[in-house]
């Protein structure tokens, strides 16, 4: 019997990890507010990155405004290897970093540990 009750502990287990890696997961959207020719984003770093996708309009300055509430190490730092970016994330301070606007396309950013990602659309 028990036997029976750790194999199926373990065959949840793997289904788990098999939907956390590889299952859809609906990711949060927002559009950048644009004020007076600048557009800006607040991102907060708990879990992962909410939001995880950003909106951004071509040819307007961008900024993008990462507040870190984890303490988790991984998620210390903001990397966009397309824009040569590493940035650290101070926790419970919030970070700017200016995004290139110049060129459409979608960019990702990812934690020093590429587990967590998000990505910018600039229309």
């Known amino acids: 019997m028990i ?9 949840a287990l793997i289904a788990f990890i098999a939907w956390w890696f590889f299952g859809k997961h609906n990711f949060a959207t927002e559009n950048a507010s644009v004020n007076s020719n600048k557009q800006s984003v607040d991102i907060v770093v ?3 990155y909410s939001p995880e996708k950003v909106i951004l309009e071509r ?11 984890d303490s988790s ?7 966009f290897s397309d824009f040569g970016i590493n940035q650290k994330l ?3 301070k919030t970070e700017p970093i200016k995004i290139d606007t110049s060129k459409p396309g ?3 950013w990812a934690c020093s540990m590429n587990m967590f990602h998000g990505k ?3 229309k």
């Not at 036997?3 to 065959?11: E, F, H, K, Y």
């Open 90 to 92: 101070p926790q419970g």
């Open 120 to 122: 910018v659309i600039v």
């Open 73 to 79: 190490s991984c998620l210390d730092h903001v990397i």
């Open 46 to 48: 708990k879990g992962g």
């Open 3 to 11: 036997r029976i009750i750790i194999l199926c502990l373990g065959v």
């Open 106 to 108: 979608e960019y990702e």
């Open 59 to 69: 040819g307007i300055p961008a900024t993008l405004n990462f507040k870190r509430t």
